[in-house]
C-alpha cells in the first residue's frame, strides 16, 4: 500500500502521523515537508520504517520525504538535476519487481514545462526500469497540456480521479497524483 501526503509542514504533525500510518502504509510519499537541515533525523522515525529519504528544501515550502517499510528493499538513486526540482528517486523492490519509485513535488510557482521537461529527464536517465510509479504534488491537473502530453510521450496514466486539493472550496482541484506505466499492477487508489 503506498500512500501519499501533501502535509503543509511536517515538524508539527510528525507525532500525528506516526500514530496515522503505523500499520496502514508499505510506502509513504509527503510532499511540502518544509524541513531544513536543523530538523533531525531521530524526530522523522516511525516504528516499522526504514530510515526515510529526505530531500530538504532550503527556503520556505516545499521538500520531499519517502518513507519505506522494514523488510522492502530499497535503495535510493542519484539524479543530478538543478537545485530547484523537488524529486526523490528509489528503486524499489516488490514481488521480486524492481519498481522507479519518484517522490516529486511541483511549486506552483515553478513553470509547468520547467518541472515535466526535468521529470522527464529523470525517467530517461533511469530507462532501464520498466516500471515506474510518481507519487507526490505535481500541480497540474491531467487535463492540463503539459501533464497530458508527459503523459503521452511516457505512455503513463494518472490513477488518482478524486479531488485532492481543497484551497478553494468552491473549485476543487486533483493535482495530488500516482503516475505509473503499469497500471494494472496497481488495484486501486
Not at 86 to 100: D, N
Not at 101 to 110: M, N, T
Not at 165 to 175: A, E, L, Q, R, Y
Amino acid at each position: 500500500i503506498v500512500g501519499n501526503l501533501n502535509i503543509n509542514s511536517l515538524p508539527n504533525k510528525i507525532d500525528q502521523l506516526k500514530v496515522m500510518v503505523q500499520d496502514n502504509l508499505d510506502i509513504l510519499v509527503i510532499t511540502e515537508s518544509k524541513l531544513n537541515s536543523s530538523f533531525p533525523l531521530g524526530d522523522l522515525m516511525i516504528a516499522g520504517f526504514q530510515e526515510p529519504f529526505r530531500l530538504d528544501r532550503t527556503g520556505d515550502g516545499g521538500g520531499v520525504i519517502i518513507y519505506v517499510r522494514e523488510g522492502i528493499t530499497k535503495k535510493r538513486l542519484t539524479f543530478n538535476g538543478p537545485d530547484d526540482f523537488e524529486g526523490i528517486f528509489v528503486e524499489i523492490s516488490l514481488r521480486k519487481t524492481k519498481w522507479l519509485l519518484g517522490g516529486c513535488y511541483h511549486p506552483p510557482k515553478q513553470p509547468d514545462n520547467y518541472f515535466f521537461y526535468h521529470l522527464g529527464n529523470a525517467l530517461d536517465k533511469f530507462h532501464k526500469y520498466d516500471r515506474f510509479l510518481l507519487v507526490g504534488d505535481f500541480n497540474a491537473e491531467e487535463t492540463e497540456p503539459v501533464l497530458s502530453e508527459f503523459l503521452s510521450t511516457y505512455d503513463a496514466k494518472n490513477l488518482v480521479k478524486d479531488k485532492t486539493c481543497f484551497k478553494v472550496i468552491s473549485n476543487p482541484t486533483c493535482i495530488d497524483l500516482f503516475i505509473l506505466n503499469k497500471p494494472a499492477s496497481f488495484q486501486g487508489t
